[in-house]
Every structure is written in structure tokens, then in C-alpha cells.
């Protein structure tokens, strides 16, 4: 069974930066598509960004300029660096995997102080 694992979440100041990154693990003949969304307490997960293995990217609105995706396919492996951070960024960070059905990591705490 697939697995993806986070590291890479942590306290830092407002205007810092983090990098996630996100190891997928086990049987895999194809991802077509990883990200990574966010979740905080009382609202809905949300898309950060997502990257397609073509190297296609999204990214939310709220992101856009400050985040950057990007994705090593013979590690099976997605980052996400994270710049210009603010206390609104504050969430949960999850890492997903499209492989013909959703995959989903445990999440990632990251805390943007003001």
C-alpha cells in the first residue's frame, strides 16, 4: 500500500520561510498528479497547490507569488517551498497523491507567528 510522508512543518515568523516535502512509498506504477492542501480548525481542506507529473502547476490565489511546487518523479516525491509567510498560512499541511485513487498524508503542522 502506498504511503506518503511529510516533514518539513514547523514554527517560524511572519515573512520566513519552510519547506515541505513529501515521500511516496510502497507499490507504484504511476502518480498522475501530487499536491498539497491545507486544513485549519471549523474550515474545509483546501488546494494549495498541485502539480501534474507533465510538471503542470495550480496554485490558490492566496498562494500565488509566494509558493512554489514542484515534484521529483523518479523519487516520487513532491516540495513545497514556502516564502513571504504569514500568520494566515497557519494550518495543517497534507500531501496528496492522485495514483488512480486519492492517496492522503498524516498532515503537517505549520505555525506562522506575527
Known amino acids: 500500500q502506498v504511503q506518503l510522508v511529510e516533514s518539513g512543518g514547523g514554527l517560524v515568523q511572519a515573512g520566513g520561510s519552510l519547506r515541505l516535502s513529501c515521500a511516496a512509498s510502497?507499490?507504484?506504477?504511476?502518480?498522475?498528479?501530487m499536491g498539497w492542501y491545507r486544513q485549519s480548525p471549523g474550515k474545509q481542506r483546501e488546494l494549495v497547490a498541485r502539480?501534474?507529473?507533465?510538471?503542470?502547476?495550480i496554485y490558490a490565489d492566496s498562494v500565488k507569488g509566494r509558493f512554489i511546487i514542484s515534484r521529483d518523479n523518479a523519487k516520487n516525491t513532491v516540495y513545497l517551498q514556502m516564502n513571504s509567510l504569514k500568520p494566515e498560512d497557519t494550518s495543517v499541511y497534507y500531501c496528496y497523491a492522485l495514483l488512480g485513487y486519492d492517496r492522503w498524508g498524516r498532515g503537517t503542522q505549520v505555525t506562522v507567528s506575527s
Open positions: 502539480i501534474q507529473s507533465g510538471g503542470s502547476t
Open positions: 510502497g507499490i507504484i506504477f504511476s502518480i498522475s498528479a
